[in-house]
């Protein structure tokens, strides 16, 4: 599997950055090393409508499209929608046609065949629709390309509204008015909307100079931001989080109906489902038939036809599985080099799904080539992975190529087929060369967790980041010492079930070879995601790579020794080590020697007086002291967490500013800053305190209130103490070797 793994740096937490999380140290760690620090950023992450959406009614372009399109209204204008055959194109035509014939315009629609048209605006149908008696042309999706035959519009006396998303090219077509915000400034939060989501924006501003409502069309946008592939960062995230609600009730008919076929309960719609599931089914559509079928799906309300469709669009997918199943079943690429085949029984619209596939198995190149379905041509489709620039390659062997485009991981090319023997030699030789020197970019971690750690509340706490895809990854997590504790094959992979001694979750692993064996224990990078099993949710791993256990990735790279002094007296080991540095944290230890976290001092001995409340703080503390000797004298006994923590605010009241650090409460109740903050955030809804964090600091006051409230607030925290309790438990009875896994 993959070779190296990144871990994510030591870098000191922001405290406010936890608040900002809503008190999860976890997010806060992970998005503080994706370089998201500011609370305005944070809040953009998991709280997308905390915000209004960009206002871009001052955009001029906007303005010029709404009025020519107000202008075709008031003239009773034919206007024509042109589209596109992916999932972006055909949401976006679906959307503009509803808006426009809300407005009661003429409106009819065109989305281009993918094998006789091609992609964008094309001569001969603009042509056909200047004979149908069409004023103006709006695209969606495309034509910003499209200089000749926007100019041919003209000619023919129609005007053209371009909507699109695509990268303008220098020289802009001669088009009446153009919307594309990726002519808006670099970090404009609308620069990255789909397709569809300029033509939301369009027929927004359209819908309300009419006074009516745009809400039930923001499905169609949510599906398309997925589907495209577009970063879910911005007004992507504002728009996808109200579309969403949409999806899971169902609203619309046709989308209704696909669920129904692909067997998903509309209620559990995620990014993954859209991804995976639903948009593959609108895109096979394009692919193998009509992208107008799919069109016509969105558009419709009849319960019969919306039936009828789905079914349709179902079986073109599930031929166009068969279809790329039997590509890779035709095709054998060997272990670490690209793949480059032709064969001119492949339907051309599968090619690039199937060459994909065999990229993302293979970890390498893969172009694959079929005979074009209309002309006397070749037509290819390579994917990448990263790190090999595939356009640049064809770019390199363009002399054999009559058309090619795309771009580092993906593109697509057309040749002649007296040139494919010369091309294929080419290419491989140049792709041979270059994945001869290349080596897998590692693995990324964003978390270090232990195997207690992964439970359906991780699950539930990294979910907030959702949704997770472009431009924010879903995290990757590592954890050190997984043990195996049973593997079955399924479909193309395995299952594992993996733990620790006390609990186990299951993982997927797959595309990935060979699979561990039970009994053993393996070093993991993996995400977490939140899974039913036999109708209980619980936590599900989906393993990114894995190792085997005594191939351990080094974390500290510092070989340390540890003793067993559990029970010992802790006068006898102030004795036993005079030179060392004693840490001991909690007020039960308030008047024994040693330090809490903060005040610890690096040495050659480090002797541990008390336990600490969880492995980050654990590791903290080594760390700090870069000990070549642990000493573990730690002796425990539970103590009531409440009692002690209003003691030590009565006791900050009574020293009267009621201002203390959040770190230097929690090290002197020996316990997680989060947890002290879930005490805080309990108390401030019991109304018994009122409390501000600013820069670390907090300042409590006195409420009103007598009276722990129960509810969310609490059971947070009891989940919170219950943690810290479990982990020095463990620390009490654990194997020292187990210890010695946890490093800084
Ligand atoms: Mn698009």
Partial sequence: MRGSVLLPGQQQLNPEMVVWTGGSRRLAMILQGRGITSREEVEQILNPLARPQP???????????????????????????????????????????????????????????????????????????????????????????????????????????????????PELPPAHSIVNFKLLPPDHPSRDLPGVGVAYVLAKQLLARHGKEDDDLLDLVALGIIADVVPLRGHNRQLYALGLPLLQEARRPGLAALFAVAGINPELVDEDKLAYQIAPRINAAGRLGDGSTAVRLLLSREQEETAALARELDQLNSLRKEMSKKILDEVSPEPGRALVAYNPDWHQGVIGIAAGQICSGNGTPAVLMTRAHQEDSIVGSARSVEGIDIYEILHQCSRFLDKFGGHPAAAGFSLRPQNLEPFVR????????????????????????????????????????????EGNPRPLLFCQDLAVKSVRAAGTGHILTLGDRWRSF??????????????????AVFTVSRDMYRGEPSVWATLEAWWPGEARVEIGGKKREYRDARGVSWKRLLRQYPEAEFYREGVQWQDFPGNMRFNLQP???LVMLSP???????????????????????????????????????????????????????????????????ALRLLAVSGIVDFTLTRGKLTVEKGRGAKIKAGPEKQKLLAMLQETVSFQKWLQQADIDEIQQIRP
Avoid at 86 to 93: C, L, N, Q, R
Avoid at 108 to 119: K, L, M, T
Avoid at 434 to 449: C, E, G, Q
Avoid at 506 to 523: D, E, K, M, R, T
Wanted: with cysteine; glycine share 10%.
């Fill in 55 to 169: 206002d871009l009614s001052g955009y001029r372009p906007l303005a010029a499209a709404t009025e020519r399109i107000e202008a075709a209204l008031a003239q009773g204008e034919k206007i024509a929608v042109y589209g596109d055959y992916d999932v972006d194109g055909i949401t976006a035509t679906a959307l503009l046609v509803t808006a426009l014939g809300r407005l009661g315009a003429d409106v009819i629609w065109h989305i281009p065949n993918r094998f006789s048209e091609g992609y964008g605006l094309e001569a001969r149908r603009i042509q056909a629709l200047a004979r149908e008696g069409v004023g103006l042309v709006v695209t969606c999706d495309c034509g910003i390309s499209n200089h000749a035959e926007v100019e041919l519009a003209n000619a023919l006396g129609m005007d053209v509204v371009i909507t699109d998303h695509h990268t303008p090219p």
């Fill in 426 to 469: 080419a290419v491989q030789e140049l792709l041979d060369a270059i994945t001869a020197r290349w080596t897998p970019p590692p693995l990324r971690a964003d978390l270090v967790v232990q195997p207690w750690e992964i439970d359906l509340q991780l699950a539930e706490e990294l979910n907030r980041l959702s949704p997770c895809g």
């Fill in 506 to 523: 299951a993982a997927g692993l797959w595309n990935s070879g060979a699979a561990p064996q039970p009994g053993g224990s393996v070093g």
């Fill in 603 to 605: 040495a050659p001995v």
């Fill in 612 to 678: 600490p409340p969880s492995a980050g703080v654990l590791r903290q503390i080594l760390a700090t002291v870069d000990p070549d000797l642990v000493v573990l004298g730690f002796a425990w006994q539970q103590r009531d967490f409440m009692a002690d923590f209003l003691g030590a605010l009565k006791y900050l009241w009574s020293q009267g500013t009621g201002e203390v650090a959040l770190g230097g409460l929690a090290a002197a109740l020996g316990h997680n800053e989060d947890t002290i903050l879930a």
